[in-house]
C-alpha cells in the first residue's frame, strides 16, 4: 500500500479547527498532482485494471477489458466510484462517451461523499457529460450526497452555467434543496459572489420563498452578502436588512466586523434607526466596532449624529463600547468614542470591578510581554544560528 492510499482512506474535507493548518488536505493534494503527473504512483492492488487504463486516457486498453468481461463496465474502486465516475472525475471524454454509449450505470453513488456521476460532472464543468446523464436518469438533478448537496449546489459552487442549463428543467425544485449548513443553491451563488448564477434561478415564486430562506444559523442571504463582502451581488438581491439571526445579529452587524464602510453606505440607510438595536450578548453596533476596531465602518454610519448616550449602555458582561474597544485595543475607535464623551466614562465598571482605563493597561501590559517573547526567540535563533 502507497501513502495515497493511507491519506485517501480519510475524509478530503476541511479540518474545523480554527488557525489549524490542514496537513491532511495538503496530502491529498500533493498526491493528486502526481496521479495526473504519473497514474502508476497508484497502488494497484486497490484498483482493477479497467480504473488504471481509464484513469492513464488509455482507450483501446478500455476497449478491450470491457470485450473481456461485461462486469468491468460497473466495477467499483475502493470508493465505491464506477469506471464512469472516474472518467468524468479525470476528463477522459472519449472513455466516458465510450462508456455511457456502452450502457454504464449512471444513477450508482460512490461510497465516500455519496456523489453520484451528475454531481461527479458538476463539479468538474462537463456539461456534455451531464447532458447525457440528464437524458437517461433526469431525476438525479435532484439528488443528494452525504453532504445533503444536490447537482445544483455543486455545480453553483464550481459556477458551471452550462451545466446548470443542462438541469434546467429541475431548478425551481432545486431550490428546495438545503445542504447540512441549511443552504439552498442561492445561497452558494452568493457566496461565491455569482450574480449571473443568482439571476437565473430567478422569476418564479419558488425563487421568491427560497431567497427569504434561512440557514441553520438563522442567517439569511443579506448575512452571507455582508459576512463575506460580495459587493457586487448586493444591487441583485433587492435586499431586507433587518433579519435578525440566531445570535442576534443583523446583517449590518457583520459589515461592521469586516469594516466594510463601503457595503455600509451601499445598503443601510438608515443611519440612526440602528444605534439601539442589539444582538443577544446585548451587544450594540457600538460594542462591535469597538471589538473589530471598525473605524471606517463607524464613521459612515454615526455621521452627524449624537450618540454619547450610546456609549454608556452595557452587554452582558457589564461591558460599555468603551471597554470592548479597549480590550482589543482598538485605538482609532477608542479615540473616536473619547472625543464624543467625557473622560468620566473611562471610569465606569463592568460587571466586574473593571474601567476601560484599565483594560487599556492590561493590552499594553500584554503587548509588551508579547514583544518581549519575540525578542527572546529572536535572540535563542540567533544564538543557534552563530553556534552552526
Not at 15 to 44: C, G, H, T
Not at 203 to 218: E, P, V
Request: with cysteine; hydrophobic share 35%; aromatic share 10%.
Amino acid at each position: 500500500m502507497t501513502p495515497y492510499d493511507l491519506i485517501r482512506a480519510y475524509p478530503k474535507k476541511d479540518m474545523p479547527f480554527r488557525n489549524s493548518p490542514n496537513l491532511r488536505k495538503d496530502v491529498w493534494e500533493y498526491f493528486e498532482e502526481q496521479i495526473e503527473q504519473v497514474p502508476d504512483i497508484i497502488d494497484a492492488e486497490n484498483y482493477a485494471d479497467i480504473h488504471l487504463a481509464i484513469i492513464r486516457g488509455e482507450i483501446s486498453e478500455v476497449t478491450k477489458l470491457l470485450d473481456e468481461d461485461d462486469e468491468n463496465i460497473n466495477l467499483r474502486d475502493m470508493e465505491g466510484k464506477t469506471p464512469y465516475m472516474l472518467s468524468i472525475e479525470h476528463e477522459r471524454v472519449e472513455i466516458a462517451d465510450l462508456l455511457f454509449k456502452k450502457g454504464a450505470l449512471v444513477a450508482l453513488t460512490e461510497s465516500k461523499q455519496g456523489n453520484t456521476a451528475l454531481h461527479i460532472a458538476a463539479k468538474m464543468g462537463n456539461f456534455h457529460a451531464a447532458k447525457n446523464i440528464m437524458e437517461a436518469e433526469p431525476q438525479l438533478a435532484l439528488s443528494t450526497n452525504f453532504e445533503s448537496q444536490s447537482p445544483f449546489h455543486v455545480a453553483v459552487e464550481s459556477r458551471s452555467m452550462e451545466v446548470l442549463q443542462e438541469m434546467e428543467k429541475y431548478k425551481i425544485g432545486s431550490l428546495q434543496i438545503k445542504n447540512t449548513d441549511g443552504e439552498n443553491p442561492l445561497f452558494v451563488a452568493c457566496k461565491v459572489g455569482d450574480k449571473d448564477i443568482f439571476e437565473w434561478f430567478g422569476g418564479k415564486i419558488d425563487f421568491f420563498k427560497a431567497r427569504g430562506d434561512r440557514n441553520y444559523k438563522g442567517q439569511t442571504i443579506e448575512h452571507y452578502v455582508c459576512l463575506l463582502t460580495k459587493h457586487d451581488i448586493v444591487h441583485h438581491i433587492k435586499p431586507l436588512p433587518d433579519t435578525k439571526d440566531y445570535y442576534g445579529n443583523l446583517p449590518i452587524f457583520y459589515s461592521i466586523q469586516n469594516n466594510d464602510a463601503l457595503m455600509i453606505g451601499k445598503y443601510f440607510k438608515k443611519g440612526k434607526q440602528y444605534f439601539h438595536i442589539k444582538n443577544f450578548k446585548n451587544q450594540s453596533l457600538f460594542h462591535v466596532a469597538g471589538k473589530y476596531n471598525a473605524y471606517e465602518a463607524l464613521i459612515s454610519i454615526v455621521k452627524n449624529h449624537i450618540f454619547f448616550e450610546e456609549l454608556l449602555k452595557r452587554d452582558i458582561k457589564g461591558d460599555t463600547p468603551l471597554h470592548s474597544a479597549a480590550k482589543r485595543g482598538s485605538a482609532e475607535v477608542l479615540e473616536f468614542y473619547l472625543k464624543n464623551c467625557s473622560n468620566k466614562f473611562l471610569e465606569i465598571e463592568n460587571n466586574f470591578g473593571h474601567t476601560p482605563l484599565e483594560a487599556v493597561k492590561d493590552k499594553i501590559k500584554f503587548i509588551e510581554s508579547e514583544e518581549e517573547k519575540e525578542d527572546e526567540i529572536k535572540k535563542s535563533e540567533t544564538y543557534d544560528l552563530k553556534r552552526c
